[in-house]
């Protein structure tokens, strides 16, 4: 199966963000087989109001040349559309599929109010987290 099977329903999970643990990182993942659709947000106990809209990005692994994943914004929001082009491009390349991302995470809540090195923590959370879902779909299907 190159391009995997399909699942059935999105698998959703929730984490907390690796130094805000008050801080819920919410991921929806479906695997259409031939593509990857990912939506992020995150939650804390004192925000009872959802997001707002994030960004939204499509990724592709580029054949001829692998270390240059090609990417598109679809929708942007200036404060999300970094954080979520470098994770549709990174999924891509290590999926070998296109992969769509809607984001609109925040790391304002984590503990030193969003810094680099916080987002960079909860970004290789989600990286982890969706790959290993993924290989844990792939396995209960074979």
Known sequence: MPNG???????????????APQTNIHLQ????GPN????????????????????????????ASPADTLSTPLF???GTLD????????LARKL????YVGNSSS???AGM????EEEMEGFRRVVEVVVGLLDKEKEGSS
């Open 5 to 19: 099977s399909p699942s059935g329903k999105p698998i959703e999970v929730a984490f907390p963000l690796p130094r």
């Open 29 to 32: 993942l479906r695997n259409n």
């Open 36 to 63: 990857i659709l990912l939506f992020l947000t995150t939650s804390t106990p004192e925000t009872s109001s959802s997001a707002p809209l994030g960004s939204f990005v499509y990724a592709m692994p580029n054949r």
């Open 76 to 78: 942007t929001q200036s």
């Open 83 to 90: 954080f979520t082009t470098r994770l549709a491009k990174v």
């Open 96 to 99: 070998g599929k296109p992969v």
């Open 107 to 109: 790391f304002a809540s």
């Open 113 to 116: 109010g969003g810094t680099v």
